[in-house]
Each structure stands twice: as structure tokens, then as C-alpha cells.
Nanobody, 124 residues
């Protein structure tokens, strides 16, 4: 199995940028489809972005499209989320997740492994 550890969260003003990282250990990250999810205060966990095993295909939620970019470096076993033009509504705990399945799923139930999350707070 794989262990996932997120980092890079913090407090940022609206309009600012952050880059989140997710370090994988235990198994090669290239064995998994990987994704970012987030959970805001009082909300359910929601899909943010997903990336294929090779990194050649990505998909992201409409609310973050053109502002967030998912990428991965399999040589470093690391997943990234570059976030720009941040808004207060982006405030959430951000989680990375790994799936051993064959589809780039948007549902949390499709992911087998989860990190502990990193807090992102965007002030207005």
C-alpha cells in the first residue's frame, strides 16, 4: 500500500497563490491514479482534480478550472496542486488520494488511500 503526506497549505490573501505537495511512500506513485479533494467548513468532501498515472491526462472541477493545475513527478513520487487566483470559497482542508483502479474517478469512494490533509485558508 502507499502512504500519502500533504504539505504546502497555509493562510493566503484572496488573489494569491499556493502550491500543495503530496509525497507518496511505500509504493511507486506511478502505480496509481491520483487526485486532490477538499472539504470546506460544514461541507462534504469534493473533487478538485485528477491526473493519470503518467501525468498525460488531467481533469478538474469547473470551480477551479483555469485557476488550479494538477501535476505529478513520478521520479520524486510527488503529486502537486498549483493554485492561483485564490478565493475565500477555496478555504478547505485539501486531501490527496490514490486509486488503484482504471478510471479517473471523481467520487471519493473510488480512492483507496488518503493523506491526512493540509489546511488552506484564503482571507478576503
Amino acid at each position: 500500500q502507499v502512504q500519502l503526506v500533504e504539505s504546502g497549505g497555509g493562510l493566503v490573501q484572496a488573489g494569491g497563490s499556493l502550491r500543495l505537495s503530496c509525497a507518496a511512500s511505500g509504493r511507486r506513485s506511478s502505480d496509481y491514479i491520483m487526485a486532490w479533494f477538499r472539504q470546506g467548513p460544514g461541507k462534504e468532501r469534493e473533487f478538485v482534480a485528477v491526473i493519470s498515472r503518467t501525468g498525460s491526462v488531467t481533469n478538474s472541477a469547473g470551480s477551479v478550472k483555469d485557476r488550479f493545475t494538477i501535476s505529478r513527478d513520478n521520479a520524486k513520487n510527488t503529486l502537486y496542486l498549483q493554485m492561483g487566483f485564490l478565493k475565500p470559497e477555496d478555504t478547505a482542508v485539501y486531501y490527496c488520494a490514490a486509486s488503484s483502479g482504471d478510471t479517473m474517478a471523481l467520487a471519493t469512494a473510488s480512492y483507496d488511500y488518503w493523506g491526512q490533509g493540509t489546511q488552506v485558508t484564503v482571507s478576503s
